[in-house]
């Protein structure tokens, strides 16, 4: 018999009749009705084209057939108990591993991070650079952050933010336009071009002129006073994305740290 073929059902039925030699008691602890457990009953004697269960004076007993089987059935769904306890293991880990732009990760992410491990001594965290899509499987995530329109793929979450600002060092700079790649508007002018947005705020903080930026990530050097605003900040299709697969998006550990992030 191939594994993939084996009747899973009929046996953790066959399991609960066994022990109470009842097919009305194991309903009960089955949440389904009589009816039902004896479908499943004789489902799975004709599949093993064996006789499992006889009904004497007595009440139900079982065969010499099905009591053959039982110890290793038994001994199988402790098994089975076992790999499913491994396989949530993770979710009470206190290991996450999340990837996230270098800006943004040096920005606005690691200050967070820093905050919630001083409130749990217990936590570790994984870093991972990653400014473009990233295989959650072949990196082994837990929860990435995105730059884009939306989460795509993945379930997902918007960072709070309000949406892109335009700063330049305090007392002005170079009057000119600093472009980063993935910027709603790169100008053709621009003294400077750089990679990132975190790049583009390093600029403007050094005087090279203005860079348009992700309020979110700028916000630190705003409060700071290493640049200042021009203008008030604009609303913009683009933003960060909490994103994750469904399994990872649900797990709890995951839901916890969006949220704290959210929070700090």
């Not at 199988?76 to 306890?85: A, I, K, M, N, Y």
């Not at 860079?211 to 913009?236: Q, W």
Request: aromatic share 4%; net charge negative.
């Amino acid at each position: 018999m191939k594994r993939t073929h084996l009747p899973l059902n009929g046996l953790r039925v066959l399991d609960a009749a066994a022990r109470h030699l009842s097919f009305t008691r194991a309903a009960d602890e089955l949440a389904v009705t009589p009816a039902a457990v004896g479908q499943q009953v004789r489902a799975l004697e004709d599949t093993l084209g064996v006789v499992l269960f006889r009904r004497t004076t007595k009440g139900l007993e079982l065969t010499p057939e099905g009591e053959a089987g039982l110890a290793a059935l038994r001994a199988g769904f402790l098994q089975f108990e076992e790999s499913v306890r491994a396989m949530q293991a993770g979710q009470s880990s206190k290991s996450l591993t999340i990837a996230a732009p270098r800006d943004l990760t040096g920005k606005w992410l690691m200050p967070r991070l820093a905050e919630i491990a001083a409130a749990d001594g217990e936590i570790r965290f994984v870093l991972v650079a990653a400014d473009e899509d990233v295989d959650f499987t072949e990196a082994n995530l837990d929860l990435a952050i995105r730059w884009g329109e939306g989460p795509g793929e993945h379930e997902g979450e918007a960072l709070e933010s309000e949406g892109m600002v335009t700063v330049e060092r305090p007392g002005g700079g170079i009057d000119t336009r600093i472009a980063w790649r993935g910027c709603l508007a790169e100008d053709e002018d621009a003294l400077v071009r750089v990679e990132d947005a975190g790049l583009a705020l390093e600029a403007a903080a050094a005087g090279l002129g203005r860079a348009t930026v992700p309020e979110l990530l700028a916000r630190g050097d705003l409060a700071s006073g290493r640049v200042v605003a021009v203008g008030e900040p604009k609303a913009s299709r683009l933003g960060y994305w909490f994103v994750a697969p469904l399994p990872q998006w649900r797990q709890k550990k995951v839901k916890a740290l969006v949220e704290a992030l959210g929070a700090a």
